[in-house]
C-alpha cells in the first residue's frame, strides 16, 4: 500500500534534563508519545517489558492506543489490535490536519505530517475481514472449557475426549468432530448379536473415569450455544497461521493487524477467549529471543478485564505465567481497559510501561480505583497523583515509562500527541479495498473441509466387514496386520499354524514393525493441513493447553 509522506526522523534523543525540551517526534530508539513538562518517550528496547493503558470512556485510550500503534508501526515493529468500535480502522488511511491537531502538534514543538499504515484487517466472522480460524485440536481442553463454561467434571470429560482423539489419531478440526467423539464416548448397553463399532472408545473412555450420558449431553448443549453465538465459523482450516502476523511492508514497516471486534464482542468470553488462545500460540511457536532492540510483535488486549472476570485460579495462574515469560520471546502485551484494579496483581505487576488517562471517583469502587491507579506510580514530588488523575481533560494522561536501567520513569502529567492517520472509522468501500490488496488474500478466505474425526467415525460405523480381532480397537498397526495377515494365513484364530505360516508370522510382525512408522508419518504428510501435523505421534499441550508444534 502506497503511504503518504512519512514524518521527519527525530534530532534529537530523550532527556532527563529538568528544562524542558522541544519534542520532534520519534527516534531511532523510542517512541514519543506526549509532552508536558517533559517529552514523554516509550523506549522500544523495554516495549517487550508490556503496558497498560486505563480510563474512562470517552478519555482517549483508542487515540492512544492509535498513537502507540503507529509508533511501533514506523519503527518497524508489527501489530496486533482488537477495534471493537471500528474507530482504529481509521489507521489504515491518510489523516486530515484539522486545526485541533495542527494546534496540539505545534505545542508540542511538532510538525504534524499526514500519514498512512498498511493494515491487515481480519475477523472471526469473515464479514470485515479474512476469516480467522484455529482448529479445536489447536485450542485444547482447558481455553474450550473456558469458552464453554463448563464446571470440573464437565471440563474432565472434556479431557477424557482430546486424550482419546490423540491416543487414537482422530484430530479434532472443527465443532462436528467433537461433537461426533463426544457421542463416541457415551455408554451404550450391549445387546446380543450385534457388534459396536466403537466398542473400543466406549471402553477406553470409561477407563479414565465414570463419562455419563448427561455430562456429554450437558457439553453438547453447551456446544450449541456457543455454535450460535458463531464459534462454528472460527473452528475449521485453514487455520490460521500466526507469521502472517509477523509482517512488514516493502518500507520496511510495520503491518497493523486489525482484529474486528464489533460482532465478536457480543460474545465476551469467545472474545476473550479467542485473543488468549492466540497469546498462548505465541508464547509457543516462538523461539526465546532475550531482549532485543525493538520488539518482535506488540500485541494490544482491549477491554482486557473481560480475560480475567470469572477466571478460575489455575487459569489466572497460567495467564501471569504467559503474560511473565513471553517477554523473551520478543513480544510486548499492552491491556487496555477502564479500572487498573481490572487486572489481577500478578499481572499487574508485569506491566511496566504505565498510560492512565482520567478515572471519575463517583463511588466508593471508583475512588479505590482511583487510589490504586496513584499507588502503581512511581510519585511525582510535583504531583499529586491522585487528585490529578481525577482532574485530566480529553487527550491528557499520567505516563510513567521504563527509563534505561529497567526502573519505571517518576510519573509526568503530558498531553498526547496527535495521530497521523485517520481518527475514526474508515467507510465500507475502503475496507474492501484494503482487503482486495491484502497480502494474504485468498490464503484464508475458502473453508477446507478435510477428513477428520467426523468422518472417520461415520466410516467405522458404516463399515461392515471388521478390520481386526474383537476389541483390537481398529487401530492402524491392526489393520496392517490384518491386511498382510490374510495374505500369508496367520491371521488364523485357532488351530496349529504350519511351518510356513509360522515363518511368514515372523517376518510379518518384522517388516510390519519397521515400516509402520514410515506408513504414519507418509499418511500424516498426505492428509495435510492440521491432521499431518499431529498424526502418527504424541500430542504435547503447552501452558494453556495449547498444541505443541516444536
Given at each position: ?73 514506523r519503527a518497524g515493529v ?58 479445536v485440536l489447536e485450542m ?386 498426505s492428509m495435510g493441513g ?21
Amino acid at each position: 500500500m502506497a503511504k503518504a509522506t512519512k514524518q521527519a526522523s527525530a534530532s534529537t534523543s530523550p532527556t532527563t534534563a529538568s528544562a524542558p525540551q522541544p519534542a520532534v517526534g520519534d527516534t531511532d530508539t523510542a517512541l514519543f508519545i506526549g509532552k508536558g513538562d517533559q517529552s514523554a518517550f516509550l523506549t522500544l528496547s523495554l516495549a517487550n517489558r508490556h503496558g497498560l493503558v486505563t480510563g474512562a470512556t470517552g478519555t482517549g485510550k483508542t487515540v492512544t492506543l492509535q498513537v502507540m500503534a503507529e509508533g511501533f508501526a514506523r519503527a518497524g515493529v508489527p501489530v496486533f489490535a482488537a477495534d471493537i468500535k471500528g474507530d482504529l480502522s481509521g489507521i489504515s488511511e491518510v489523516g486530515k490536519a484539522n486545526d485541533f491537531i495542527l494546534n496540539r502538534a505545534k505545542g508540542m514543538g511538532l510538525t504534524f505530517q499526514p500519514d498512512q499504515f498498511s493494515t491487515v484487517f481480519w475477523d472471526v466472522f469473515g464479514e470485515q475481514g479474512h476469516p480467522v480460524r484455529a482448529t479445536v485440536l489447536e485450542m485444547g481442553p482447558l481455553l474450550l472449557s473456558r469458552m464453554l463454561d463448563l464446571n470440573d467434571v464437565q471440563e474432565g470429560v472434556l479431557n477424557v475426549a482430546f486424550r482419546l482423539a490423540d491416543e487414537n489419531h482422530l484430530p479434532l478440526l472443527d465443532m462436528k468432530d467433537l461433537r461426533a467423539l463426544l457421542d463416541a464416548m457415551i455408554p451404550v448397553p450391549a445387546k446380543a448379536g450385534e457388534d459396536d463399532p466403537l466398542a473400543a472408545l466406549r471402553t477406553a473412555a470409561q477407563a479414565f473415569g465414570n463419562v455419563t450420558k448427561a455430562t456429554v449431553g450437558t457439553i453438547q448443549r453447551q456446544l450449541l450455544v456457543l455454535e450460535n453465538q458463531g464459534a462454528d465459523k472460527f473452528f475449521g482450516e485453514p487455520a490460521l497461521e500466526l507469521k502472517d502476523f509477523m509482517r512488514t511492508d516493502s518500507d520496511g514497516r510495520g503491518m497493523v493487524n486489525i482484529l474486528v471486534a464489533d460482532k465478536l464482542m457480543q460474545s465476551p468470553k469467545l472474545y476473550a477467549t479467542f485473543l488468549l488462545w492466540m497469546l498462548s500460540e505465541l508464547f509457543e511457536e516462538l523461539p526465546e529471543v532475550g531482549d532485543l532492540p525493538k520488539p518482535k510483535l506488540v500485541f494490544f488486549f482491549d477491554e482486557a478485564h473481560l480475560l480475567f472476570n470469572d477466571a478460575p485460579k489455575s487459569l489466572m495462574d497460567k495467564i501471569e505465567q504467559v503474560v511473565r515469560l513471553i517477554r523473551s520471546k520478543g513480544v510486548g502485551v499492552y491491556f487496555v481497559t477502564q479500572n487498573p484494579i481490572d487486572v489481577p496483581d500478578k499481572v499487574l505487576a508485569q506491566l511496566g510501561n504505565r498510560v492512565q488517562h482520567a478515572l471519575r471517583a463517583f463511588t466508593p469502587r471508583d475512588q479505590k480505583a482511583v487510589q490504586a491507579a496513584a499507588q502503581t506510580f512511581r510519585p511525582n514530588p510535583a504531583l499529586n497523583t491522585a487528585q490529578v488523575i481525577t482532574e485530566l481533560g480529553k487527550g491528557e494522561a499520567l505516563v510513567s515509562f521504563l527509563e534505561g536501567n529497567g526502573t519505571p520513569a517518576m510519573v509526568e502529567r503530558i498531553l498526547v500527541r496527535p495521530p497521523s492517520a485517520r481518527i475514526g472509522p474508515i467507510t465500507p468501500e475502503e475496507r474492501k479495498a484494503i482487503i482486495a490488496a491484502s497480502p494474504v488474500k485468498g490464503k484464508y478466505d475458502t473453508t477446507i473441509d478435510s477428513d477428520s474425526a467426523y468422518e472417520m467415525l461415520q466410516k467405522r460405523l458404516t463399515e461392515t466387514a471388521a478390520t481386526g480381532e474383537p476389541g483390537s480397537g481398529g487401530g492402524l498397526l491392526d489393520h496392517i496386520g490384518s491386511i498382510v495377515g490374510s495374505v500369508f494365513g496367520t491371521s488364523t484364530s485357532r488351530g496349529r499354524l504350519t511351518t510356513g505360516q509360522l515363518i511368514a508370522r515372523n517376518v510379518t510382525r518384522s517388516v510390519t514393525n519397521k515400516v509402520v512408522g514410515g506408513v504414519v508419518a507418509d499418511l500424516g504428510k498426505s492428509m495435510g493441513g492440521s491432521i499431518g501435523s499431529s498424526i502418527g505421534r504424541s500430542i504435547v499441550r503447552g501452558a494453556l493447553g495449547g498444541l505443541l508444534r516444536r
